[in-house]
């Protein structure tokens, strides 16, 4: 009993992790006060990346064909890219539109 009692006493009287929680609390404010703009710039920067992808694949020119000999499969006799121009003048189709 004296042992519990004298052990609750220590305890109570300790504070020594107060520090350590004091340290821990300002150390996890300062990472997120850091990460709210990192992930910003995380943010826009897939946004953009996104936005030049889409770009990219609406600037696709799909209308290059090619004709190979019936008699070999090997060889290919010919081939041709077919520009097209868009309402806006420039030589590629935006997706939905028709040349």
């Known amino acids: 009993m004296l042992f519990c009692k004298l052990m609750a006493i220590r305890l109570w009287c300790e504070d020594d992790g107060f520090v350590v929680s004091l340290e821990m609390v300002l150390i996890t404010i300062l990472l997120v006060i850091g990460l709210v703009p990192g992930l910003q710039v995380l943010r826009d920067a897939i946004i953009q990346e996104l936005s030049?992808?889409?770009?990219?694949?609406?600037?696709?020119?799909?209308?290059?064909?090619?004709?190979?000999?019936?008699?070999?499969?090997?060889?290919?006799?010919?081939?041709?890219?077919?520009?097209?121009?868009?309402?806006?003048?420039?030589n590629f189709l935006l997706l939905g539109?028709?040349?």
Do not use: R
């Not at 004709?67 to 420039?90: D, L």
């Open 52 to 90: 030049d992808l889409a770009t990219a694949i609406g600037a696709l020119n799909t209308s290059f064909a090619f004709t190979a000999s019936p008699a070999s499969t090997n060889f290919v006799t010919s081939s041709s890219i077919t520009p097209t121009v868009n309402s806006t003048g420039s």
């Open 97 to 99: 539109q028709t040349p």
